[in-house]
């Protein structure tokens, strides 16, 4: 019996002695508590309420170390509130994850919580940041504040100090969270530092010096608001660890590293909108680069034979479209000049193409045999020094580069140039010697400090070294003849009478003419004579050529959106051949290959007008916008002017490219590349009418990627900010192989600089209007994001975005789908019936309800940029793996071995005799060991 009560005691003992264990701090308890009073929605959380021990019998989501809170794990729970102001009390607190939700308010400071490793904080919607907010954070590993958008909007913040001081930092991810100014030197010093994502914000300067040698491995400092970063990237060079880069949408300068190849980890290398300029260097063909995108810069010369085939370098000056293909001789002299003098921008962007003789080259001019004469650059702040390639121009009759700074030596090889007459450098920093020019060339060098005559050999060939007049020059000095005469007075009288003389034969017989020409050309309008060049298999662009010969008097301003058809011009027949741009065609030429706009070759119809296909005689299709008699008044005019002028301006593979557009009588047509497949409806909405195959998963990513990388073209990228303003699934086209473009250009508007709006008459189509837009008529480029946000829920559901046949609530698809979209049930049965959905295909269509859910919320500025769709979608589309093929041996080599070794052992295996010491090789070898040893691994 005693035995019995000892027992009894001892159970009762461990009891209480286990209960005093297992209870929750009381002043965690308190913190949660009060974080659960503070949300809208804290049923979400699940946690029980007549339960005050969430250490004890375990809350949800919240994880404790004995009895003090260590982990909250709500991400993704749909919570909305603020956040506990002393959350820093958490003082055992290791890991935070509160990422997308929709936490709002001040985000409290984590002062103290020098235990915490992880903070995922992004997604939400924290008002402000204290400056105290990283003090103490000693153990931090992971920091994520990306995408809130509203944190510190109008003042924006700064990267706070106190982050210096974690050592343990791997990852900082602080996307689109309106950071702003310069990039802090101490993130380059940070030798933990692996994951840097600092992009869409409003951060300027450069890249610090600091991170020169910097062990990042992913680096994101692309499309900064404002202006964004600016000056060289030679930095990145020496960054041997990184595998990611991305810099577009800012607006770097200078050249792309030379010895760009030391980064051997590096696979995703975007340098897409900036103003870099500079050859491609050749060493980047030796990199094992997956992802290279160099567009919409200023790179000049050839492009490299890379070695990868998703590289894209559009948009940009350089002298071939087919890589490997080398520049003509003379704009390799001229890109070896230019880079003599640092490629002054002004210069680089202007020299495009591979003949200089061909179009707008700034500062040069060319002879009869267009061949580059003159170099005319006098005071164009040129840096550098001149290259001995200005020697390969052998067809060079002036150099005038005065007033600039100019150093070194004049390259001896000038004086081989036949046709120099005439050589400026005058008030550079040009050192002698001055190399020995023929008494025929005119050499100029007064105001050079280095420069000490009776050092060069030479004299200079001019008596005073004065540079002749040049109106392009400051200053303009006589020209010393080279011979005085003896001046004789000559009669003034014949040198004024024998011009006026000549004018007024010129006008007597002239005026006549015109007038008589003008008179039988009155009433008579004919089309511009066109023909049709069947596609060149060799061309890049694979364009139609068509051929226009101008006699039609019809000029067409895209510049100012105004058309002024004229029956009474006398401009001269000048024919050219256009290959993209203001193309005007022959009504006559588009009813020949339309059939005369038959039925049968109808593709559809809109408020615009009907859509026809044509073809042309070698295969080549077309379509056809014809605008309708009835509906031409200045709206749909002004509609149809919009679209010229935005098409012939900008230029994207995912943008339907016009070719050609017509004018004549009451004829107004549009000319566009054929898209065989149609719009993205008919295969969304109307497949089984058509009896076609439904769009899978896969296609529909791909599709939305192509729309996304579009618009961010039209938003961020292109030469001037665009907003469509009438984004929708019937306006996006497919191809054969169903990739998209997006088609429909005539609403776009100039979108304002920065954040600000424009007000504009409401246009675009019910359904698809952002609310902001449909009720202040006030525009940013948001409103497309919203429209991209509907087409989503379309490539989702499969239901059209208003549609008067469903019920009530579900009849506006944007306004329904927030309601299904955070609730996995129901998303997954609305889900377009049409598709086969697996887990991972759930998996990938729950990320794209929240990009879908997140483009359509009701504030503009809680929208992303499309540059973050672009991102989430390629994150689901572009996965990379490794491939490992072992089918094929070489005779058991093991390849970790020694290069040599690997040899012998293969010779020993083939019987053949060791290395040819004799002559220093290595004899024939298995192609897999040779192309390893050839590139040098």
């Known amino acids: 019996m005693e035995g019995n009560q000892r027992r009894l005691i001892l159970a009762v003992v461990f009891c209480i002695v286990s209960v005093g264990f297992s209870a929750t701090d009381p002043n965690d308890l308190r913190i949660l508590n009060e974080l659960r009073k503070g949300l809208e929605n804290p049923e979400l959380l699940k946690w029980p309420v007549n339960d005050d021990d969430p250490c004890g019998v375990g809350w949800p989501h919240v994880f404790c170390s004995g009895n003090r809170v260590a982990q909250i794990?709500?991400?993704?729970?749909?919570?909305?509130?603020?956040?506990?102001?002393?959350?820093?009390?958490?003082?055992?607190?290791?890991?935070?994850?509160?990422?997308?939700?929709?936490?709002?308010?001040?985000?409290?400071?984590?002062?103290?919580?020098?235990?915490?490793?992880?903070?995922?904080?992004?997604?939400?919607?924290?008002?402000?940041?204290?400056?105290?907010?990283?003090?103490?954070?000693?153990?931090?590993?992971?920091?994520?504040?990306?995408?809130?958008?509203?944190?510190?909007?109008?003042?924006?913040?700064?990267?706070?100090?106190?982050?210096?001081?974690?050592?343990?930092?791997?990852?900082?991810?602080?996307?689109?969270?309106?950071?702003?100014?310069?990039?802090?030197?101490?993130?380059?010093?940070?030798t933990s530092l692996s994951h840097l994502k600092l992009s869409y914000n409003r951060l300027s300067g450069g890249i610090p010096a600091s991170f020169k040698q910097s062990a990042l491995q992913t680096l994101w400092l692309n499309n900064q608001a404002g202006g964004g970063l600016s000056g060289p990237i030679d930095v990145i060079s020496s960054m041997a660890s990184l595998t990611q880069l991305w810099l577009h949408g800012n607006q770097f300068t200078g050249t792309i590293p030379a010895d760009i190849e030391a980064l051997t980890s590096l696979t995703d290398l975007n340098l897409n909108g900036n103003q870099l300029v500079g050859p491609i260097p050749d060493s980047m063909a030796k990199m094992e680069l997956q992802k290279l995108d160099l567009s919409n810069n200023n790179f000049l010369g050839p492009i490299p034979m890379f070695k990868f085939v998703n590289a894209s370098y559009s948009n940009n000056l350089l002298c071939q479209s087919v890589p490997g293909v080398p520049c003509a001789p003379e704009v390799t002299a001229l890109i070896d000049f230019l880079g003599g003098v640092g490629y002054p921008f002004r210069l680089a962007s202007s020299w495009k193409g591979n003949g200089p003789c061909e179009g707008p080259w700034l500062g040069l001019a060319c002879?009869?045999?267009?061949?580059?004469?003159?170099?005319?650059?006098?005071?164009?702040?040129?840096?550098?020094?001149?290259?001995?390639?200005?020697?390969?121009?052998?067809?060079?009759?002036?150099?005038?580069l005065g007033v600039n700074n100019i150093t070194g030596s004049i390259p001896t090889n000038l004086t081989a140039l036949k046709s120099l007459k005439l050589l400026d450098v005058t008030r550079n920093n040009i050192k002698p010697p001055l190399p020995k020019f023929d008494s025929g060339v005119k050499v100029f060098i007064d105001g050079n400090p280095l420069f000490i005559s009776n050092q060069s050999g030479t004299p200079p060939s001019s008596g005073n070294n004065q540079p002749p007049g040049d109106p392009e020059t400051p200053f303009s000095l006589p020209r010393v003849p080279d011979v005085k005469q003896p001046k004789r007075r000559r009669s003034k009288l014949p040198v004024i009478l024998a011009p006026l003389a000549g004018i007024t034969l010129l006008i007597l017989l002239v005026v006549p003419l015109w007038m008589c020409y003008c008179k039988k050309r009155k009433g008579s309008f004919l089309g511009p004579k066109v023909v049709v060049h069947p596609r060149n298999p060799s061309d890049p662009d694979n364009m139609v050529k068509i051929a226009v010969s101008n006699n039609t008097g019809t000029n067409f301003s895209t510049a100012t959106g105004s058309s002024t058809l004229s029956r009474f011009s006398c401009g001269t027949d000048q024919s050219h051949v256009i290959e993209s741009g203001n193309l005007v065609i022959s009504v006559q030429v588009l009813r020949n290959v339309t059939k005369n706009f038959a039925p049968e070759n109808e593709l559809g119809r809109g408020g615009f007008g009907t859509v026809y296909k044509g073809e042309f005689h070698d295969g080549t299709h077309i379509a056809v916008k014809r605008m309708e008699a009835s509906v031409i008044s200045n709206k749909a005019l002004d509609e149809f002017q919009s679209e010229i002028a935005v098409l012939s301006k900008v230029r994207h593979r995912h943008l339907v490219s016009l070719l050609g557009y017509s004018i004549e009588g009451y004829e107004r047509l549009l000319v566009y590349e054929y898209m065989p497949q149609g719009a993205l409806s008919k295969h969304l909405f109307h497949w089984e009418d058509l009896k076609i195959e439904p769009l899978s998963w896969k296609r529909r990513l791909n599709i939305a990627l192509d729309v996304a990388r579009g618009m961010e073209y039209l938003h961020t990228l292109a030469y001037q900010s665009f907003i469509h303003r009438d984004l929708k699934s019937s306006n996006i086209l497919l191809s054969d192989d169903y990739r998209a473009k997006v088609s429909d250009f005539g609403l776009v508007k100039l979108a304002p600089d920065g954040m600000n709006s424009v007000a504009t008459r409401l246009a675009g189509t019910f359904g698809y209007l952002a609310?902001?837009?449909?009720?202040?008529?006030?525009?940013?480029?948001?409103?497309?994001?919203?429209?991209?946000?509907?087409?989503?829920?379309?490539?989702?559901?499969?239901?059209?975005a208003l549609d008067e046949r469903r019920s009530e609530e579900s009849r506006y698809l944007a306004a329904w789908f927030w309601q299904i979209k955070s609730s996995k049930e129901k998303l997954r049965a609305n889900v377009d019936r049409a598709l086969d959905v697996?887990?991972?295909?759930?998996?990938?269509?729950?990320?794209?309800?929240?990009?879908?859910?997140?483009?359509?919320?009701?504030?503009?500025?809680?929208?992303?940029?499309?540059?973050?769709?672009?991102?989430?979608?390629?994150?689901?589309?572009?996965?990379?793996?490794?491939?490992?093929?072992?089918?094929?041996?070489?005779?058991?080599?093991?390849?970790?071995?020694?290069?040599?070794?690997?040899v012998k052992v293969w010779q020993q295996s083939e019987g053949k005799s060791g290395l040819d010491d004799s002559k220093g090789s290595i004899p024939s070898m298995p192609d897999g060991i040779a192309e390893s040893f050839n590139s040098g691994r």
Not at 776 to 800: A, H, N, R, W, Y
Not at 877 to 892: A, Q, R, V
């Open 73 to 190: 794990q709500v991400q993704g729970v749909g919570l909305k509130g603020p956040l506990p102001q002393d959350i820093n009390l958490l003082t055992e607190l290791t890991d935070l994850g509160l990422q997308r939700n929709s936490f709002n308010g001040k985000l409290p400071t984590f002062k103290g919580l020098s235990q915490l490793q992880k903070a995922y904080l992004d997604f939400n919607n924290f008002g402000t940041i204290p400056l105290d907010f990283a003090n103490g954070l000693d153990n931090l590993q992971l920091l994520s504040l990306d995408e809130n958008l509203s944190l510190n909007k109008t003042t924006g913040w700064s990267i706070p100090l106190d982050l210096r001081n974690s050592l343990q930092l791997t990852n900082l991810s602080l996307s689109g969270c309106n950071l702003v100014g310069p990039i802090p030197d101490f993130l380059g010093n940070m």
């Open 367 to 400: 002879n009869a045999n267009q061949k580059v004469s003159v170099i005319n650059l006098p005071n164009y702040k040129l840096n550098g020094t001149l290259s001995p390639s200005v020697g390969n121009l052998l067809s060079l009759v002036e150099i005038k």
């Open 771 to 800: 609310p902001e837009y449909a009720v202040t008529g006030k525009i940013t480029t948001k409103v497309d994001v919203f429209s991209f946000g509907v087409v989503l829920m379309e490539l989702l559901t499969g239901l059209m």
């Open 838 to 902: 697996d887990e991972e295909t759930f998996e990938s269509i729950a990320i794209i309800a929240e990009l879908a859910g997140h483009c359509t919320t009701r504030e503009p500025n809680q929208r992303p940029d499309m540059g973050h769709a672009v991102n989430v979608l390629s994150s689901l589309i572009e996965k990379w793996k490794p491939f490992h093929d072992d089918t094929e041996e070489y005779s058991g080599i093991d390849y970790s071995q020694p290069l040599t070794q690997m």
